[in-house]
């Protein structure tokens, strides 16, 4: 089964960009399809966008084209999701999920709360 | 963007009922579908793949179904630890993309 760990919570300023990690153990990194999707205050689930380790491309929700960047390190099985220019808007849980190959379904990281004030 | 409709939004049901909750897709979505629990501060939990696949450990009393665009989620008997926000999820085409969420209350 596979686990994932992210790092802690974050505040930031708008206007400025947040790196969130997850790292991943338990299962086959490189070919796992890690995705990231946030959950703003008492709202639903947004996927934000993806990657394959193994073939290191990533694809994105038109919404985050160009304002987030998804990379995986397969050395450390550890993805990475940056979000650039930070509004209040983007306070929210960001969660990562990691998918086996072999599955149609996710596994989830505990989230991390991305809390943007000045 | 494949669209995903969930109904009812929210369920008010007691222990015991049987519940369902239908998801449906804006195109054809095949069998790419997922089901998932969220409780309040917690991360999802996936139920169930493959739209009919009950993912291990889930207990036998939630089950799937469904192919193409309509979909459901039943649970024959509710428990109290099933009071939660469920979500349906397609792969199918990308983006990836959610339903609303279907919040099961207690009647």
């Known amino acids: 089964q596979v686990q994932l760990v992210q790092s802690g919570a974050e505040v930031k300023k708008p206007g400025s960009s947040v790196k969130v990690s997850c790292k991943s153990s338990?299962?086959?990194?490189?070919?796992?399809?890690i995705s990231w999707v946030r959950q703003a205050p008492g709202q639903g689930l947004e996927w934000m966008g993806r990657?394959?380790?193994?073939?290191?491309?990533?694809n994105y929700t038109p919404k985050f084209q160009g304002r987030v960047t998804i990379t995986a390190d397969k050395s450390t099985s550890t993805a990475y999701m940056e979000m650039r220019s930070l509004t209040s808007d983007d306070t929210a849980v960001y969660y990562c999920?990691?998918?086996?190959?072999?599955?149609?379904?996710?596994?989830w990281g505990q989230g991390t709360l991305v809390t943007v004030s000045s | 963007d494949v669209q995903l409709t969930q109904s009812p939004s929210p369920l008010s049901a007691s222990v015991g009922d049987k519940v369902t909750i239908t998801c449906r897709a804006s195109?054809?979505?095949?069998?790419?579908l997922a089901w998932y629990q969220q409780k309040p501060g917690m991360a999802p939990k996936l139920l169930i793949s493959?739209?009919?696949s009950l993912d291990s450990g889930v207990a036998p009393r939630f089950s799937g179904s469904g192919s193409g665009t309509d979909f459901t989620l039943i649970i024959t008997s509710l428990q109290p630890e099933d009071f939660a926000t469920y979500y349906c999820?397609?792969?199918?085409?990308?983006?990836?993309?959610f339903g609303q969420g279907t919040k099961v209350e207690i009647k």
């Open positions: 338990g299962g086959t990194f490189r070919s796992q399809t």
């Open positions: 999920a990691a998918r086996p190959s072999n599955s149609r379904g996710d596994s």
């Open positions: 990657i394959i380790p193994v073939l290191d491309i990533a």
């Open positions: 999820q397609q792969s199918y085409s990308s983006p990836w993309t």
């Open positions: 195109q054809n979505i095949n069998d790419y």
């Open positions: 493959g739209a009919s």
